[in-house]
């Protein structure tokens, strides 16, 4: 038997540091600053602005 599934909807949830220490959330940030790809440094301002 051959099925083929399709989505009526997709979801996600997303991991932004909401539940990190003061401390270890700057730690995170400044490691993704020096690493500095357009990625990092996207992720470190959405850290920001849910902060």
């Known amino acids: 038997m051959i099925l083929k599934l399709i989505p009526k909807s997709i979801s996600c949830k997303l991991k932004m540091g909401q539940n990190l220490p003061?401390?270890?959330k700057k730690l995170l940030?400044?490691?993704?600053e020096e690493r500095g790809t357009p990625l990092d440094l996207l992720s470190a301002n959405a850290?920001?602005?849910l902060s």
């Open 22 to 24: 003061p401390e270890r």
């Open 29 to 32: 940030l400044k490691h993704l």
């Open 47 to 49: 850290i920001r602005q």
